[in-house]
T-cell receptor, first 112, second 114 residues
Framework: LAKTTQPISMDSYEGQEVNITCSHN???????ITWYQQFPSQGPRFIIQ???TKVTNEVASLFIPADRKSSTLSLPRVSLSDTAVYYC?????????????FGQGTTLQVKP | KAGVTQTPRYLIKTRGQQVTLSCSPI?????VSWYQQTPGQGLQFLFE???????NKGNFPGRFSGRQFSNSRSEMNVSTLELGDSALYLC?????????????FGNGTRLTVT
């Protein structure tokens, strides 16, 4: 499965749009890209998943370019409650869930 | 739909003791996986069960074991506890045992070994 690379940390201000980019150069044809959000002392929470182009739900958008070697999680108009760690994962739909690797994630700090 | 429930929420044990943690997945989910989270190592995969069978296992010593029951509830056991086992233990369930099936996590059990 593809290894992912994300920025360790990002700062933003309330009301701004935040874009977190994840690099996955070795992504395979069958790989999906999934993003999770984690608050302190809680389990990660599923945010969004995509395969190509653009996916949008009620909380975020996921942009995936044609070569799929990176993806960008976009959080519109962040608030203080969006301060959390964000993880990008790549999985190919195999049953080997043990190969899912949670990296260090991106710690997003939203300031007032 | 109720989320993933983990019990207990907090646990304090002494070195050498053993501990059992419990996880109730989302109704209908047959895959349950366990993770250990520490500040230094991040989230590390322990093992995964699907329909009562262990399908995948991470790189943890044999002191860490688990099982899954017919109702998909799962338990993990750690024997001969060491100080380094202090961590947040997270359980996640998914509808299918596939890497692109979204994982639904519980809020974990915070284990402290003294």
């Amino acid at each position: 499965l593809a290894k992912t690379t994300q920025p360790i940390s990002m700062d933003s201000y309330e009301g701004q749009e935040v874009n977190i980019t994840c690099s996955h150069n070795n992504i395979a044809t069958n790989d999906y890209i999934t993003w999770y959000q984690q608050f302190p002392s809680q389990g990660p929470r599923f945010i969004i998943q995509g395969y190509k182009t653009k996916v949008t739900n009620e909380v975020a958008s996921l942009f995936i370019p044609a070569d799929r070697k990176s993806s960008t999680l976009s959080l519109p108009r962040v608030s203080l409650s969006d301060t959390a760690v964000y993880y990008c994962l790549v999985g190919d739909g195999s049953s080997n869930t043990g190969k899912l690797i949670f990296g260090q994630g991106t710690t997003l700090q939203v300031k007032p | 739909k109720a989320g993933v429930t983990q019990t207990p929420r907090y646990l304090i044990k002494t070195r050498g003791q053993q501990v059992t943690l419990s996880c109730s997945p989302i109704s209908g989910h047959r895959s349950v996986s366990w993770y250990q989270q520490t500040p230094g190592q991040g989230l590390q995969f322990l093992f995964e069960y699907f329909s009562e069978t262990q399908r995948n296992k991470g790189n943890f010593p044999g002191r860490f074991s688990g099982r899954q029951f017919s109702n998909s509830r799962s338990e993990m056991n750690v024997s001969t506890l060491e100080l380094g086992d202090s961590a947040l233990y997270l359980c996640a369930s998914s509808s299918q045992a596939q890497t692109n099936s979204p994982l639904h996590f519980g809020n974990g059990t915070r284990l402290t070994v003294t």
